[in-house]
T-cell receptor, first 112, second 117 residues
């Protein structure tokens, strides 16, 4: 069965302190790895899709990268408004087509 | 990005009653919709996959008679929690994917907070 593991569980940063979140996965035939941001009490907000090793995507202070076994979400000079839970997910072949399986998430706290 | 709506955003009901939650894709046609459940500070747990015009496929451990899913059109799926009990209290989130299928990221609704008294 496909697995998605995120680390760390929680990350506390000072404003401006860059860092990275990790997502390791085991999947037979990657069809897409997704990053989402989730704020408390809200649904996940789509950030990036990565399809193949070596691919990179950027959006403002966030950059996602992908290797054959893991993905990183790099946060450069974070601001307090970047505080949220960041979720990684992969597509897995299910009985009803492709389904999206999530990791447990990394809760990011950025202090001013 | 694509927009998915959910209604209601919050619902409080008495034990034993049924609650219906709607999920709509507003600007695209969703051949597949997914229903998730999320406990506090936990990740999303997939409950079922719903393909338009066919019966939903439930994940192991999810009672299909308790969580009725209907996907009658390309823009609407409903989840009905039947005979709700306090342990059904949770945050329910739907997501939808368009025709592109495998490899396309699903977009999520804002979620529905269900509280069963």
């Amino acid at each position: 069965e496909d697995q998605v593991t995120q680390s760390p569980e929680a990350l506390r940063l000072q404003e401006g302190e860059s860092s990275s979140l990790n997502c390791s996965y085991t999947v037979s035939g990657l069809r897409g790895l997704f990053w989402y941001r989730q704020d408390p009490g809200k649904g996940p907000e789509f950030l990036f899709t990565l399809y193949s090793a070596g691919e990179e995507k950027e959006k403002e202070r966030l950059k996602a990268t992908l290797t054959k076994k893991e993905s990183f979400l790099h946060i450069t000079a974070p601001k307090p408004e970047d505080s949220a839970t960041y979720l990684c997910a992969v597509q897995e072949k299910g009985r009803a087509g492709f389904k999206t399986i999530f990791g447990a998430g990394t809760r990011l706290f950025v202090k001013a | 990005g694509a927009v998915v709506s959910q209604h209601p955003s919050r619902v409080i009901c008495k034990s034993g009653t049924s609650v219906k939650i709607e999920c709509r894709s507003l600007d695209f046609q969703a051949t597949t919709m997914f229903w998730y459940r999320q406990f506090p500070k936990k990740s999303l747990m997939l409950m079922a996959t719903s393909n338009e015009g066919s019966k939903a496929t439930y994940e192991q451990g999810v009672e299909k008679d308790k969580f009725l899913i209907n996907h009658a059109s390309l823009t609407l799926s409903t989840l009905t929690v039947t005979s709700a009990h306090p342990e059904d209290s949770s945050f329910y989130i739907c997501s939808a994917r368009d025709f592109i299928g495998a490899g396309s990221a699903p977009f999520f609704g804002p979620g529905t907070r269900l509280t069963v008294l």
